[in-house]
C-alpha cells in the first residue's frame, strides 16, 4: 500500500459519522435508501483493466476544480481535504449538499496512481451529492475539471459495496500504474442508531483528457 494510501485509513469512519442525517430523522423507508449497486457492476475477478479497455495517458498533477457525472446528475464543485486530528480523512461541510473532496495529500484525479474522491450521501435537509452513486453502471462517464484548464474523463470499470468492518483497504485505495479514480460515500444496510453500515465504491480510469 502507498504512503497516501495508509494516511487514507481510517477515513471512512469520519464519513460514517457524518452520513445518515436525512435518513434519521425521516425514517427509514425503502423509498429514502440510496441506490445499491446490483452485482453485475461489481468486478468480476478483481480491480484490473479489462483486456482492450481504452487508457489515456496520465497528465501531470493540477488539482481538481468541479466533478461532472451526467448519467447521475451531478455537478459540483471540488474542495481538498486533509487529515483530522485523529488520522482520518476531513470530509466536505455536511451542510452543503452539492459539494466533493479530494484527497490532497494523495494523488490528484488524472496524475499516474489512485485519486480518492468523497461526498456525502444526505444531509439533513435530504440527498446530497454521491446520492445516487450506487445507480451507476460500468462505462459510466466521470469528468474532473482541472485548475490546469483540462478536462480528465474517466470511465468506470465497477461500483462495489463493503461493510465498515471488512472494507478492503489495499483494493480501495492501492497504488495504480494508470491514472485511477475511486468515488467513495455511505451505502450498505442502515441503522437509526449508528447510520450508514458500509460504502459505496466506483472505481474508474482515465480514458480521454479534453
Same mark, same amino acid.
Given at each position: 500500500? @502507498?504512503?497516501?494510501?495508509?494516511?487514507?485509513?481510517?477515513?471512512?469512519?469520519?464519513?460514517?459519522?457524518?452520513?445518515?442525517?436525512?435518513?434519521?430523522?425521516?425514517?427509514?423507508?425503502?423509498?429514502?435508501?440510496? $441506490?445499491?449497486?446490483? @452485482?453485475?457492476? %461489481?468486478?468480476?475477478?478483481?480491480? *484490473?483493466?479489462? $483486456?482492450?479497455?481504452?487508457?489515456?495517458?496520465?497528465?501531470?498533477?493540477? =488539482?481538481?476544480?468541479?466533478?461532472?457525472?451526467?448519467?447521475?446528475?451531478?455537478?459540483?464543485?471540488?474542495?481538498?481535504?486533509?487529515?483530522?486530528? =485523529?488520522? /482520518?480523512? +476531513?470530509?466536505?461541510?455536511?451542510? +452543503?449538499?452539492?459539494?466533493?473532496?479530494?484527497? %490532497?495529500?494523495?494523488? $490528484?484525479?488524472?496524475?499516474?496512481?489512485?485519486?480518492?474522491?468523497?461526498?456525502?450521501?444526505?444531509?439533513?435537509?435530504? $440527498? /446530497?451529492? #454521491?446520492?445516487?452513486?450506487?445507480?451507476?453502471?460500468?462505462?459510466?462517464?466521470?469528468?474532473?475539471?482541472?485548475?490546469?484548464?483540462?478536462? %480528465?474523463? #474517466?470511465?468506470?470499470?465497477?461500483?462495489?459495496?463493503? +461493510?465498515?468492518? *471488512? #472494507?478492503? +483497504?489495499?483494493?480501495?485505495?492501492?497504488? @495504480?500504474?494508470?491514472?485511477?479514480?475511486?468515488?467513495?460515500?455511505?451505502?450498505?444496510?442502515?441503522?437509526? *442508531?449508528?447510520?450508514?453500515?458500509?460504502?459505496?465504491?466506483?472505481?474508474?480510469?482515465?480514458?480521454?483528457?479534453?
Amino acid at each position: 500500500m @502507498s504512503q497516501s494510501a495508509q494516511k487514507a485509513k481510517g477515513w471512512l469512519v469520519g464519513i460514517a459519522v457524518l452520513c445518515g442525517v436525512w435518513l434519521v430523522q425521516n425514517g427509514s423507508g425503502d423509498q429514502l435508501i440510496p $441506490p445499491q449497486p446490483s @452485482s453485475a457492476q %461489481a468486478f468480476a475477478a478483481g480491480p *484490473e483493466l479489462q $483486456p482492450g479497455s481504452p487508457v489515456a495517458d496520465p497528465l501531470r498533477p493540477s =488539482d481538481p476544480v468541479r466533478i461532472r457525472i451526467p448519467g447521475i446528475e451531478v455537478d459540483a464543485p471540488m474542495m481538498r481535504l486533509g487529515l483530522g486530528r =485523529d488520522g /482520518s480523512l +476531513d470530509v466536505p461541510p455536511d451542510e +452543503d449538499r452539492n459539494l466533493a473532496g479530494w484527497y %490532497a495529500d494523495g494523488v $490528484p484525479p488524472g496524475a499516474r496512481g489512485t485519486a480518492i474522491v468523497a461526498g456525502h450521501v444526505d444531509n439533513a435537509e435530504g $440527498p /446530497s451529492v #454521491f446520492y445516487a452513486l450506487g445507480a451507476l453502471t460500468k462505462g459510466t462517464r466521470v469528468e474532473v475539471v482541472r485548475e490546469d484548464g483540462r478536462t %480528465a474523463v #474517466f470511465s468506470v470499470d465497477a461500483i462495489e459495496v463493503y +461493510d465498515n468492518e *471488512e #472494507f478492503p +483497504d489495499q483494493r480501495v485505495y492501492g497504488d @495504480s500504474p494508470h491514472a485511477s479514480l475511486r468515488l467513495i460515500t455511505c451505502g450498505g444496510g442502515f441503522s437509526e *442508531e449508528t447510520g450508514y453500515q458500509g460504502n459505496v465504491v466506483a472505481y474508474a480510469h482515465l480514458t480521454d483528457v479534453r
